[in-house]
């Protein structure tokens, strides 16, 4: 197990040395956690101990189903979950600002709080500051180039990240570090920016999904079977919510896309683990 940002550690210094050594990681209280992308059995975790996850997406240009994923993401977490909306000023008009914040806040339900920034605009910057001092520690996450390292240092109001164009071919920065560091904010909190995160593939995320999609779910209650896929079968409340216009189909289609993503991945551990567990008993056999 290898410590991330966040962790409380028990550091034991050896007699002799200069350095210590990490003896114990505690406990985690909240923790980011994504499929491996190099390895998609097994999982990573990327921060811990953490209030807050802010997903920071481009208000023009809104990638619907990034956002959809990241709220899965965010929501396992068990932190509470924010939407910054960045870049604002490059809206064509104010009516454009309400009608994404408005599509975005109904998209995230009533927990996630969704603001409108754009970090030449200080009110909008001092109301995601106002929102960090009140939870504690933020962590931020998004696509390279929604803005994150220009927030982080408008917040911080001194350059403590890079900000540049990313090279999209390798998704590295001018600057080659991948370091995620705590900034702490004048004002209280702080904020843990994550470049680097490119893959965000889920792992167990029953819970997020549940959170991210209260609305489907909600709907599922009333399906006639407990574990209703809600394609073919009869008495699908999901359905008729879509029929009736209650729901909308492409928010159908998100669901049952992400729901069968964490049920392959589940499929998928569970085979490996049973793999694992047969060479393990093979290995033994072998011994005796
Ligand atoms: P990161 O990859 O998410 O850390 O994004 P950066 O902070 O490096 O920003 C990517 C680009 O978007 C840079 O060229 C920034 O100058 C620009 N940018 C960041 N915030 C804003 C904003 O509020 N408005 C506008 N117009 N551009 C922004
Ligand atoms: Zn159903």
Same mark, same amino acid.
């Given at each position: 197990?290898?410590?991330?940002?966040?962790?409380?550690?028990?550091?034991?210094?050896?007699?002799?040395?200069?350095?210590?050594?990490?003896?114990?990681?505690?406990?985690?209280?909240?923790?980011?956690?994504?499929?491996?992308?190099?390895?998609?059995?097994?999982?990573?975790?990327?921060?811990?101990?953490?209030?807050?996850?802010?997903?920071?997406?481009?208000?023009?240009?809104?990638?619907?189903?990034?956002?959809?994923?990241?709220? /899965? %993401? =965010?929501? @396992?977490?068990?932190? +509470? &979950?924010?939407? $910054?909306?960045?870049?604002?000023?490059?809206?064509?008009?104010? !009516?454009?600002?309400?009608?994404?914040?408005?599509?975005?806040?109904?998209?995230?339900?009533?927990?996630?709080?969704?603001?409108?920034?754009?970090?030449?605009?200080?009110?909008?910057?001092?109301?995601?500051?106002?929102?960090?001092?009140?939870?504690?520690?933020?962590?931020?996450?998004?696509?390279?180039?929604?803005?994150?390292?220009?927030?982080?240092? /408008? %917040? =911080?109001? @001194?350059?403590?990240? +890079? &900000?540049?164009? $990313?090279?999209?071919?390798?998704?590295?920065?001018?600057?080659? !570090?991948?370091?995620?560091?705590?900034?702490?904010?004048?004002?209280?909190?702080?904020?843990?920016?994550?470049?680097?995160?490119?893959?965000?593939?889920?792992?167990?995320?029953?819970?997020?999904?549940?959170?991210?999609?209260?609305?489907?779910?909600?709907?599922?209650?009333?399906?006639?079977?407990?574990?209703?896929?809600?394609?073919?079968?009869?008495?699908?409340?999901?359905?008729?919510?879509?029929?009736?216009?209650?729901?909308?189909?492409?928010?159908?289609?998100?669901?049952?896309?992400?729901?069968?993503?964490?049920?392959?991945?589940?499929?998928?551990?569970?085979?490996?683990?049973?793999?694992?567990?047969?060479?393990?008993?093979?290995?033994?056999?072998?011994?005796?």
């Amino acid at each position: 197990m290898r410590a991330v940002i966040g962790d409380s550690v028990e550091i034991e210094l050896p007699e002799g040395h200069d350095k210590g050594v990490i003896g114990q990681i505690y406990e985690r209280g909240t923790s980011f956690v994504r499929r491996d992308p190099a390895d998609r059995t097994t999982h990573q975790v990327l921060a811990a101990n953490f209030d807050l996850v802010v997903i920071a997406e481009p208000l023009v240009q809104l990638n619907r189903k990034r956002l959809e994923r990241e709220l /899965v %993401l =965010a929501h @396992e977490t068990g932190a +509470d &979950v924010a939407i $910054v909306l960045t870049k604002a000023d490059l809206a064509q008009d104010p !009516t454009e600002v309400r009608a994404v914040r408005d599509e975005v806040a109904g998209l995230a339900g009533r927990d996630v709080r969704v603001l409108v920034m754009s970090a030449s605009d200080a009110p909008s910057v001092e109301a995601v500051r106002a929102l960090v001092a009140d939870s504690g520690t933020a962590i931020l996450i998004g696509k390279s180039g929604v803005g994150k390292s220009t927030l982080v240092n /408008v %917040l =911080a109001g @001194e350059q403590v990240q +890079d &900000v540049g164009e $990313v090279r999209e071919h390798d998704g590295k920065g001018r600057h080659t !570090t991948v370091d995620r560091v705590m900034v702490d904010l004048p004002g209280g909190g702080c904020v843990v920016d994550m470049p680097g995160v490119r893959g965000l593939g889920l792992w167990d995320a029953d819970v997020g999904l549940g959170a991210a999609f209260a609305d489907v779910e909600a709907f599922a209650q009333e399906c006639r079977f407990r574990d209703c896929k809600h394609v073919d079968e009869p008495g699908c409340a999901v359905r008729a919510a879509v029929q009736s216009g209650e729901l909308s189909q492409l928010r159908l289609d998100s669901y049952r896309s992400l729901a069968a993503e964490v049920e392959q991945v589940r499929a998928r551990r569970d085979e490996a683990r049973h793999l694992r567990g047969e060479k393990a008993s093979d290995r033994k056999k072998r011994k005796r």
